[in-house]
């Protein structure tokens, strides 16, 4: 099969992870970029990445990277391409422009010179073009301009890869899925350990971490934009599809917990984790933070503090976070914790020394992955080695 360039883009923070991930997927030329990942692949390569990917945004095929001086350029560039045997004129597109350095002053007027090229090409070689759909188009093209080369992409995702097709109640500010299961790589969690998320919200990480225990591809409820182009292998992505599901593992009750003090917050979680078939996997309770205990003598502690939105006031959050601290001190000794964040006060007033902290970005907010090791000093390395063996 042909070789092709893609770019997968994802949050910010997360393209170590990306890298890795594309690796065992079979990609070939990996390399991390600011916001995302290039790499090579041939078809087999796309439909993996975007069934089994859980970091990745997207995966847009590269279709040209033109040097360019002015809008007159764009279009030509985009006029050149044969759209015609990529998709058909009765599917609907929507154009994307981004850009970096860029001495165009209009990105708006790009982007219609861009949907302007495309018609006229589907024009001039069928008679008809396309129609415009801007809320869910069959096709989406993205264009990405520096100072000095434009690059045009065809996005074989469709809908957002983070769009899991599992969750049915968002609630208040919802992580993304795809920076959940990045944060708990980079936690190092892994399945069998005890995980709790005692601030769940509606569930995000407890879902990710029942499809990660489970071994179950994330896209496999749901349909992608590679399979309206022309060259779509329907015997391979069935192929693919089945190798995937056969690999899931047996629903069976997962060490993974989660509480939320709010009654109406903790029934969104109830309901997306019975709509994605996990209500015997995970176990939630009502419960406040500062009331609970260790579910386990040993584990990991991954949550998303509601800054703000649910705790009220700053004065309210100066008074909870060193709470917090002692909660983490006095009931999860021989826990790992990590609290993602985007409040610059949490760091200094839950009084407790981060061994590590990670930039990660949630859309365009700066945020923190702050890492506590709850151990006595004497029994760290006992402790972690228990932790590891428990995953086995």
């Known amino acids: 099969m042909t070789l092709h360039y893609f770019f997968a883009p994802c949050p910010r923070g997360l393209e170590s992870v990306l890298v890795t991930e594309l690796e065992q997927l079979g990609a070939s030329s990996v390399r991390g970029r600011d916001g995302g990942v290039q790499f090579q692949g041939d078809r087999r390569v796309c439909y993996r990445a975007n069934l089994e990917s859980r970091v990745a945004s997207r ?5 040209a990277t033109r040097p360019y001086a ?3 350029d764009i279009y030509n560039i985009a ?27 209009s990105l708006d007027f790009v982007t219609l010179k861009i949907k302007d090229a ?3 090409k589907f024009r001039e070689i069928t008679g008809s073009r396309p129609s415009v759909d801007t809320v869910q188009p069959d096709i989406r093209i993205h264009g990405f301009l ?6 045009l992409y ?20 919802p992580l993304r899925e795809n920076l959940a299961a990045g944060i708990l790589n980079l936690a190092g969690w892994q399945p069998g350990i005890p995980l709790l998320d005692p601030m769940c919200g509606s569930g995000t990480f407890l879902l990710e971490a029942a499809q990660i225990s489970l071994n179950i591809a994330p896209g496999s409820k749901r349909s992608f934009a590679f399979e309206k182009l022309k060259e779509f292998d329907k015997g391979l992505w069935a192929q693919l599809r089945e190798a995937a599901i056969a690999r899931q593992k047996p629903v069976v009750r997962q060490p993974i917990f ?28 009502q419960a406040n933070l500062l009331e609970i205990s260790a579910p386990a003598p040993l584990g990991f502690l991954v949550t998303n503090p509601p800054y ?12 909870f976070y060193p709470k917090l601290g002692d909660v983490l001190k006095k009931k999860f000794s021989g826990w790992k914790a990590y609290i993602f964040t985007a409040d610059p006060l949490l760091p200094k007033f839950i009084r407790l020394t981060a061994s590590r902290r990670t930039p990660l970005f949630n859309g365009a907010l700066e945020c923190r992955l702050l890492e506590y090791k709850m151990v006595a000093g004497g029994m760290r390395k006992v402790r972690e080695t228990d932790i590891t063996h428990q995953a086995d």
Do not use: M, Q
């Open 79 to 105: 006029r050149a391409l044969p759209w015609n045997e990529w998709f058909v004129p009765a599917l609907t597109i929507r154009v994307n422009v981004a850009a970096i350095k860029c001495p165009l002053r």
């Open 154 to 173: 065809l996005d074989t995702s469709g809908d957002a890869l983070f769009k899991r097709g599992l969750r049915k109640t968002a609630g208040d500010a």
């Open 59 to 63: 995966i847009l095929w590269r279709i």
């Open 258 to 285: 989660g509480s939320d003090l709010y009654g109406d917050v903790l029934a969104d979680a109830h309901a997306n984790l019975s709509a994605a078939g996990f209500s015997e996997i995970v176990t939630l309770k």
């Open 118 to 120: 495309v018609c006229d």
């Open 70 to 72: 002015n809008e007159a």
């Open 308 to 319: 703000g939105v649910r705790l009220g006031e700053p004065e309210r959050l100066v008074e």
């Open 146 to 151: 520096d100072a000095r080369e434009f690059s």
